[in-house]
Structures are given as structure tokens and as C-alpha cells.
């Protein structure tokens, strides 16, 4: 099961050798097989119980050294590469998202006891593709970035889709219909349906409305 968690980051390494290459759609093919991993490692590992057969090695540890390549590294590389920002911003946008991702990474409460993110949860692979195909100009993708890199330092708590309790099945049921929908729309990216663009983010709002409602009833707890 560690080798399955850890075939994320060959993915990843393939995916940014597609971004060196300009080969977008490919290197966004790459990483959304690596999020499929990323999706089904945690559940299939406690199933067979490897925490228990390999008690000398850290899964979780391996865990975020796979999400910090594939949600962060090689989405930071992408802007940098396709120009999703002005050229004099590609530096500091890309530093900032390295650098607020690994103090989010790094939190002891990065993810809660009642199974929530602390801050943006670095979904950078998410917005990276959101940017790509809905072809807003650089200064207003800049903005979208920072904001977003900022909302890794409020203490915010975001759903965590498999195992938050509230409304699990519901979130679980929209986030896999919105994943078909990502796929069709990276099938048929760069030129993408506007109608399904904008329905595609239906399952972002309901998600971010939620982690909002989530952590106002928490604090008042």
C-alpha cells in the first residue's frame, strides 16, 4: 500500500517534465491520476491494516511529502511555466505559494482531531486548473492567487470531503460528480464549455460554504 501512496509522486515527476514540455493537458492528466491515489491510498490502507504490519514506517509522513509535490509543487511550477501571471510576478506569486503551503503543511493542527483543514488546505492543483482554462487575464489570475495563499494563514476550518462527518454523503456524492465534470473539462481543454465551467464550480462554492458554516459553529462551541 506505501508504494501505491508513493507511485503520487512518479506521477507528479511525470507531470512536471509535461509542464517543462508545455504539454499541459498531459501534466494535468497526470496529476489528477496521482489525486485518484491520493483518494482511494487512506481508505484501502485501513482496510488491510498496514499501520499495523508496518509499524516502523510513517504513511502519513510519505502522505504529505505526496500532496506537497502533486498540490503544490508541480501546480506552482505550471504558473510559473504557462505564464498564468505577469512575468514580473511569477516569481514572488510561485514563492508564496511555496512558502505559505509549507507553514500550512507544517502546522501541528493542519488537520483537526474532528477530521477538518486548518486554513486552505493548498488545493493548489485545483486552482492551477481552474486558472488554465478559464483564461482570465494575468493581473486578475495574480489576485486569485494571492488571496488564496493568504487564506492559508486564517484559521478557517475546511472539509476534509471523506472523512468530515457533516454531511459526508453529500459532499462525497457532489465532489465525485464534480470530478467527471473536471475530467470532461480537461478532455476538453484548453477550449472548455463555458456552461459546464461555470456549473463545475457549483461543487467549490457549496464546499467553501460549508467549511465556513463548519468553523463559525465550532468556534461558538
Known amino acids: 500500500m506505501h508504494v ?7 506521477m507528479a515527476f511525470v507531470a512536471a517534465t509535461d509542464v517543462t514540455e508545455s504539454n499541459y493537458r498531459g501534466a494535468f492528466m497526470w496529476i489528477a491520476a496521482a489525486l ?11 482496510r488491510v491494516g498496514v499501520a499495523e504490519s508496518l509499524p516502523w514506517f510513517d504513511g502519513a509522513l510519505l502522505d504529505n511529502l505526496v500532496d506537497f509535490t502533486t498540490y503544490v509543487f508541480v501546480p506552482a511550477l505550471f504558473i510559473w511555466q504557462a505564464l498564468i501571471v505577469p512575468p514580473a510576478w511569477s516569481m514572488p506569486v510561485c514563492a508564496l505559494i511555496l512558502l505559505s503551503s509549507a507553514y500550512g ?4 493542527d493542519a488537520k483537526t482531531s474532528d477530521n477538518l483543514f486548518t486554513g486552505f488546505p493548498s488545493y493548489w492543483t485545483v486552482v492551477a486548473f481552474y486558472l488554465f482554462v478559464a483564461r482570465w487575464t494575468p493581473q486578475v489570475n495574480t489576485a486569485v492567487l494571492i488571496v488564496f495563499a493568504l487564506l492559508v494563514f ?3 476550518r475546511y472539509v476534509y470531503p471523506s ?9 462525497v456524492s457532489l465532489a465525485i460528480a464534480w470530478g467527471v465534470a473536471i475530467l470532461w473539462l480537461l478532455v476538453q481543454s484548453p477550449d472548455v464549455s463555458r456552461p459546464l465551467f461555470w456549473a463545475s464550480l457549483a ?17 461558538r462551541a
Not at 472523512?163 to 459532499?171: D, S
Open 4 to 10: 501505491y501512496t508513493a507511485s503520487g509522486l512518479v
Open 163 to 171: 472523512r468530515t462527518p457533516h454531511l459526508r454523503g453529500v459532499t
Open 105 to 108: 503543511f507544517s502546522r501541528k
Open 154 to 156: 486564517i484559521p478557517i
Open 36 to 46: 485518484v491515489v491520493d483518494a482511494t491510498d487512506g481508505f484501502l490502507a485501513r
Open 203 to 219: 461543487f467549490p462554492v457549496y464546499y467553501a460554504v460549508l467549511s465556513v458554516v463548519l468553523s463559525i459553529r465550532r468556534a
